[in-house]
């Protein structure tokens, strides 16, 4: 595959490759090696729009398989290919990790102990990315203040998209209380 057709891949398509991405950097990190430079490249390619980049952290974020990903030290290589595409990445990162957060509470009301534990896992994972590039990503510590400002109680001049985020997808106080438990230490 191509830089070019990794850039114009479809979110399915970008699922898949996401897949075999994410399998050399697990690899790699259990091994205490860096991504091969040319997996590297597909990577920087496909997270640079937004249909690759979603495609991307559902597979990164979602399979039990990618653990050694999460386990410092973080790959540099990984870290440089968001700050390399800011645009999608920033608001992708930020909302994974409230939607992983607020699921997880959807999932247990329901009983479903294994789904929840599911969110849990991207929610933590989600947030292990935030931790390492919140002061280093320009604007993801803004993304996530402005996330902050819309599940706080006193939300009335909360950040507009955020504040519709939570709207659209129906969030509910218990659900805005955690995302911000998850989210607030972050910008400390």
């Known amino acids: 595959m191509t830089e070019k057709v990794a850039r114009a891949i479809s979110f399915d398509d970008a699922q898949v490759l996401g897949e075999k991405l994410a399998t050399v950097l697990s690899t790699s990190c259990k091994a205490g090696e860096p991504m091969p430079e040319e997996a590297v490249t597909l990577l920087r390619a496909l997270i640079s729009t937004t249909a690759g980049a979603r495609g991307w952290f559902v597979t990164l974020l979602t399979n039990p398989d990618f653990d050694a990903v999460f386990q ?9 290919a968001i700050c390399d595409n800011p645009t999608p990445n920033i608001r992708l990162m930020t909302m994974n990790v409230a939607m992983s957060t607020a699921t997880e509470l959807a999932h247990l009301r329901m009983g479903n102990e294994d789904m929840a534990a599911g969110s849990r896992m991207t929610r933590d994972r989600s947030t292990v990315l935030v931790v390492e590039l919140i002061d280093r990503l320009p604007g993801l510590r803004e993304a996530v203040g402005g996330l902050l400002s819309a599940v706080k109680p006193e939300r009335e001049d909360g950040e507009k ?12 106080e218990e659900q805005k209380e955690a995302i911000r438990n998850q989210v607030e230490p972050l910008l400390l």
């Not at 998209?161 to 509910?172: H, N, Q, R, S």
Request: hydrophobic content about 45%; glycine content about 4%.
């Open 161 to 172: 998209e955020w504040a519709d985020f939570c709207v659209k997808w129906g969030y509910d």
């Open 72 to 80: 410092s030290p973080i790959d540099e290589a990984l870290l440089q």
